[in-house]
């Protein structure tokens, strides 16, 4: 049964750090490509990084570049995202989901992770 189990996230002052967790069973991560979706509130399901299959390119949008980092663990069959200098506008709830592609449409998401970046 493919399911994708999130943890981490929570609240943190701007400036501060937060790190998420998607735990995978029923597939290998590194077979598939994975992104990590934010949904802010008022606004659209938008990526904010995504690590292809296989080769593990980590790509990221403008918005995040310099400030968070993907990785992905194969021998824990996980992903991760470490955001750092967060920012007000970095708060909604953030879901990891295998994707088609990079950019491309989830297929199977994990369970939605709230982040709250506030003073």
């Known amino acids: 049964q493919l399911q994708l189990v999130q943890s981490g996230g929570g609240l943190a002052q701007p400036g501060g750090s937060l790190r998420l967790f998607c735990d995978v069973s029923?597939?290998?991560?590194?077979?598939?490509?994975i992104g990590w979706l934010l949904q802010a509130p008022g606004k659209e399901r938008e990526e904010v990084s995504c690590i292809a299959a296989n080769d593990g390119r980590t790509f990221y949008a403008d918005a995040v570049t310099g400030r968070f980092t993907m990785a992905r663990d194969n021998a824990k069959n996980a992903v991760s995202l470490q955001m750092d200098s967060l920012k007000p506008e970095d708060t909604g709830v953030y879901y990891c989901?295998?994707?088609?592609?990079?950019?491309?449409?989830?297929?199977?998401w994990g369970q939605g992770t709230q982040v709250t970046v506030s003073s």
């Open positions: 989901a295998v994707v088609g592609y990079c950019s491309g449409p989830g297929v199977y």
């Open positions: 029923g597939f290998r991560v590194e077979n598939y490509a």
